[in-house]
């Protein structure tokens, strides 16, 4: 089995993690890979050969994301635009977590054991689906897997109109608004006050950003709806549109994108069955815990 190795080394242990992993793949036969632009940091592997941006997935059975939950975005990034590009089936994705959360992390540091199940095949295949918006007068299309949102570049209050399928549902005032997938509802959509959702399901969420109303609440749409934000700022600044955190487009006064479902998903590799609970307990709730009982609760 192919593996390409993507550790984030600007976090403390991520060195370290490729190392122990790499090493616990070699045992197994496995055939490693990394970015060529890696091989300094790891001169002394053996056994990890180190490949341009275009073959390096070519073939790949599993793309391991080493860092937080931004690393794994990114990894999932390369392989989405690998799968599009070739037309081929994306690499299974397996994060491990050396930063905070690890929302969409399959092992923990301390649980590196377990990489001997992706040879073994123990384990299980979480499908996740993501969004694609297309700007108004543009053949560009982003993608995301988390969410993609929009705000004014000078940081005030915006107003936009929301279209689903061509109806009008609303025109709003805020600081903007954040459109998600199960994935990312428990990223900036949680922040936004937005509902948490199990990341197989396939929905898509519409969150406002700090409305100013008192009646403004999250909504969910069908997948294959089409959501079309109308931006309404004649002199007052552009839009920024950004997907999964990276820039796409500033818009102007009465231009729009819209949103939907992408056919493609992208498989993420859970080893334990229970990852994204465990996550949502032990590590959302973790302020919480510790606090005992109140008031007979």
Known sequence: MKYVIFPNLSKKAAHDAACTVCAQLSAFGAEIVMPEELKTDFASLHGVSFLPEEPLLAGADFAVAIGGDGTILRCAGRVRDHALLHGTQPAKIVGINTGTLGFLAAFELSELDRLGRLQSGDYAISSRMMLEAEMTGSDHICYALNDIYASRLNGKMCDFAVSVDGRQIGVYRADG?????????TAYALSAGGPVMEPDLRLIEMNLICPHSLFARPMLFH???HIRITYRGAG???LNVHAD???SAVLSDQESFTVTGSKLTLPFVDCKGYAFYDALNGKLMQPLKGLGSVGGI
Request: charged share 15%; hydrophobic share 15%.
């Open 177 to 185: 608004i954040v459109i998600s997938t199960p994935t990312g509802s």
């Open 223 to 225: 997948p294959q709806r």
């Open 236 to 238: 007052q600044g552009g």
């Open 245 to 247: 955190g990276e820039e």
